[in-house]
């Protein structure tokens, strides 16, 4: 951290750092907030976010074949510790309204622009 502080509200999209644990080529965890909240533990006041995981496509079935860029919303939710946050990130839901004409287009971002 450059000691720069970003205001976290509901709603934002976050990168979660990985644990010490995790290998160096595990990419960081996104995240949506869906509230903040405070909690004691052991004598400390925690800032926490309630959060709703993503996953990549490479963890579903899709594998190694989805698009590197594309998230997927998982149902998993959890407490996280604010001091776990990477950087609040920008994640852009982009609907596949005809789904025929994208097929058609290859799936590209191309085919996601409506026709006006």
Not at 1 to 25: C, M, P, V
Not at 88 to 108: F, K, L, N, Y
Request: net charge negative; hydrophobic share 35%.
């Amino acid at each position: 951290s450059n000691g720069e502080f970003q205001e976290i509200t509901s709603g934002d999209h976050l990168l979660i750092r990985k644990d010490k644990e995790d290998h160096r080529s595990v990419p960081s965890y996104p995240c949506r907030v869906i509230f903040l909240l405070t909690m004691d533990h052991e004598g400390q006041t925690l800032d926490l976010a309630h959060i709703h995981w993503f996953i990549r496509g490479e963890n579903t079935v899709l594998g190694r074949t989805g698009d590197n860029k594309e998230l997927f919303l998982v149902p998993q939710c959890e407490n996280i510790p604010l001091s776990d946050v990477s950087k609040v990130i920008d994640i852009q839901h982009r609907p596949v309204i005809h789904v025929d004409s994208w097929r058609a287009e290859g799936g590209t971002d191309l085919a996601l622009i409506e026709d006006t």
